[in-house]
């Protein structure tokens, strides 16, 4: 008896199945997949994004920018204060570098945004160093910019962070220099002596003006190297070939180049803080060409003026 009041039960929802089959295949505006934009969904970081296997990659690309959390909501999160100086804005050195992993090209343009919002040149530098992960064009016309348009006198490096501040725009135009050709290009003009005489607006204090060029240069080739380009290597080893007196003055800056270019080539140019570089390079110079360029560079030091 109870199977034959079961059995209209069973006949209607037979029924009721096979009249919605037949409504999804006449409406296609409530079908999970069409014939075109065919995408499959699937959980990406405790969100979900599309696969697409059509051409809606604009939309899945304009969906993950729109969904992203703004960089200063982020930073905020992560426990970052600004105007820190050289200091660390982060609670450690550590968790600076896994925040700078998250970054990506879109968020270049919040980032020049705070970049500029602090007046102190000192300030801007914890945001050089986030640049160096996803900067590209827009990241190196905003540090050469500023390094053009410096025209105060900087007070001695142990005393003004600004000064510091300076070189490190150069410095950290080595890694952009991967992804902009406009700092590469750059670095290249900006890696001879004669470039800052003509272009240089800023005045340094007294005992260190009539070698700022030099250091300014010097900077600019541990960039280049730091970028990995070929074309550092060649310009180091063109300049250890001149006569002695002059090499001697830019020994210490080509080692350290050296140092830079081997670096990059391990993908390190970007990943190691200040103290980890250090260990890297005593590590370094027990190396063949660690030691053979510090051998050359003890040489040239030794030299009599």
Same mark, same amino acid.
């Given at each position: 008896?109870?199977?034959?009041?079961? @059995?209209?039960?069973?006949?209607?929802?037979?029924?009721?199945?096979?009249?919605? +089959?037949?409504?999804?295949?006449?409406?296609?505006?409530?079908?999970?997949?069409?014939?075109?934009?065919?995408?499959?969904?699937?959980?990406?970081?405790?969100?979900?994004?599309?696969?697409?296997?059509?051409?809606?990659?604009?939309?899945?690309?304009?969906?993950?920018?729109?969904?992203?959390?703004?960089?200063?909501?982020?930073?905020?999160?992560?426990?970052?204060?600004?105007?820190?100086?050289?200091?660390?804005?982060?609670?450690?050195?550590?968790?600076?570098?896994?925040?700078?992993?998250?970054?990506?090209?879109?968020?270049?343009?919040?980032?020049?945004?705070?970049?500029?919002?602090?007046?102190? @040149?000192?300030?801007?530098?914890?945001?050089?160093?986030?640049?160096?992960?996803?900067?590209?064009?827009?990241?190196? +016309?905003?540090?050469?910019?500023?390094?053009?348009?410096?025209?105060?006198?900087?007070?001695?490096?142990?005393?003004?962070?600004?000064?510091?501040? +300076?070189?490190?725009? @150069?410095?950290?135009?080595?890694?952009?220099?991967?992804?902009?050709?406009?700092?590469?290009?750059? @670095?290249?003009?900006?890696?001879?002596?004669?470039?800052?005489?003509?272009?240089?607006?800023?005045?340094?204090?007294?005992?260190?003006?009539?070698?700022?060029?030099?250091?300014?240069?010097?900077?600019?080739?541990?960039?280049?190297?730091?970028?990995?380009?070929?074309?550092?290597?060649?310009?180091?080893?063109?300049?250890?070939?001149?006569?002695?007196?002059?090499?001697?003055?830019?020994?210490?800056?080509?080692?350290?180049?050296?140092?830079?270019?081997?670096?990059?080539?391990?993908?390190?140019?970007?990943? +190691?803080?200040?103290?980890?570089?250090?260990?890297?390079?005593?590590?370094?110079?027990?190396?063949?060409?660690?030691?053979?360029?510090?051998?050359?560079?003890?040489?040239?030091?030794?030299?009599?003026?």
């Amino acid at each position: 008896m109870k199977r034959q009041y079961w @059995l209209p039960v069973f006949a209607l929802g037979l029924i009721w199945i096979i009249y919605l +089959l037949l409504q999804r295949r006449t409406n296609p505006n409530d079908a999970a997949v069409s014939d075109r934009g065919a995408s499959t969904m699937v959980a990406l970081s405790g969100g979900a994004r599309f696969v697409v296997n059509s051409n809606n990659a604009d939309k899945v690309s304009e969906s993950r920018t729109n969904s992203r959390v703004d960089l200063k909501t982020r930073l905020a999160s992560a426990g970052f204060r600004s105007g820190t100086g050289f200091q660390c804005g982060f609670e450690n050195p550590s968790k600076e570098w896994k925040f700078v992993q998250t970054l990506l090209p879109e968020d270049e343009g919040e980032l020049l945004t705070l970049f500029h919002a602090q007046s102190a @040149l000192s300030n801007r530098v914890q945001y050089m160093r986030m640049m160096i992960q996803c900067g590209g064009d827009k990241s190196a +016309l905003a540090l050469i910019n500023t390094i053009k348009s410096q025209k105060e006198k900087f007070k001695s490096p142990d005393i003004d962070e600004n000064y510091d501040a +300076l070189h490190v725009c @150069l410095y950290e135009l080595g890694p952009i220099s991967t992804r902009s050709e406009i700092a590469r290009q750059f @670095l290249g003009e900006a890696a001879d002596e004669e470039y800052w005489k003509l272009n240089r607006q800023h005045t340094v204090t007294d005992y260190i003006e009539p070698h700022e060029n030099r250091y300014l240069a010097s900077e600019a080739i541990k960039a280049l190297a730091r970028g990995g380009h070929p074309e550092a290597m060649e310009l180091i080893n063109t300049m250890r070939q001149w006569e002695p007196q002059r090499a001697k003055l830019w020994a210490g800056a080509l080692v350290d180049a050296v140092f830079e270019y081997e670096m990059a080539g391990r993908g390190y140019s970007v990943k +190691l803080s200040f103290i980890d570089s250090f260990m890297e390079f005593q590590g370094w110079k027990k190396t063949d060409t660690g030691r053979k360029w510090n051998q050359w560079a003890d040489e040239m030091l030794m030299l009599a003026d």
